[in-house]
């Protein structure tokens, strides 16, 4: 059984090399494989299940290719796209996630996450995600016509690019004793995530492990196991 992990694809009309090489991987490695997730990010913005823009209906067709050829198909919201719904799943025929979800993968009790709730130490984006994440928040935005939507993700956006290029570094990356009481509190031996954009396997010792999945640009990353083994791998975009 092969089980592949991407995330932090940031579709978007502008990136149109990324979209393609995202349809050739669902063509080719998903299409072969059992299973695959979507840890968040997938698109650059996700304005709500009735956004009618090209790219998230061809996008939508698309799985749903994936998902009647026999793939499994699994989504978790990321910090971008947390707006998913039951009308997008139904479309594309995906599985929603909670984030955290504890999954058994190679052997051992997998964690699967975004990422960004281990990110403490931006108490500033911590803040905006507790908001974005409750009810009346999403009801009021989702109560908008699309292109107030539409006008209000391109600011946010804007505003978040801004803000992160004023941060440290470090502040942007996983806290390690979050990631430390999140993987005891879910009897994990092993955590996957996105969100950072920093690619990576790390050993934390005592037989646990944290594999980190890069964002797609110019190189497209993806993790790919089965009941013996896992490995993180890449490959340039459009090669």
Not at 211 to 239: F, M, N, R
């Amino acid at each position: 059984m092969v089980s592949l992990f991407i995330s932090d694809l940031h579709l978007d009309e502008s990136r149109p090399a990324v979209t393609a090489e995202f349809f050739r991987f669902l063509g080719e490695q998903a299409a072969a494989a059992d299973a695959l997730y979507i840890l968040g990010d997938f698109f650059e913005v996700w304005i709500g299940d009735d956004d009618d823009a090209p790219l998230a209906l061809e996008v939508i067709a698309k799985l749903r290719q994936l998902v009647d050829g026999g793939t499994r198909l699994y989504l978790m919201h990321g910090n971008r796209d947390f707006l998913y719904g039951e009308a997008f799943c139904q479309a594309s025929g995906a599985t929603l996630l909670s984030d955290p979800s504890l999954i058994q993968l190679a052997g051992s009790p997998t964690l699967l996450m975004h990422g960004d709730s281990l990110c403490t130490d931006d108490v500033e984006y911590m803040a905006f995600r507790q908001q974005s994440r409750s009810a009346p928040w999403q009801q009021q935005m989702l109560s908008q016509p699309l292109a107030a939507r539409r006008q209000l993700a391109a600011q946010l956006r804007q505003q978040s690019q801004s803000m992160s290029a004023m941060k440290a570094e470090d502040i942007m990356d996983v806290n390690a004793e979050a990631v430390t009481a999140t993987m005891a509190e879910h009897g994990a031996k092993r955590l996957i995530h996105g969100h950072t954009h920093r690619p990576a396997r790390h050993d934390l010792g005592g037989g646990k492990e944290r594999l980190v999945l890069g964002d797609w640009c110019s190189q497209a990353w993806c993790i790919k196991a089965d009941e013996h083994s896992i490995e993180l791998i890449s490959w340039p975009v459009g090669a």
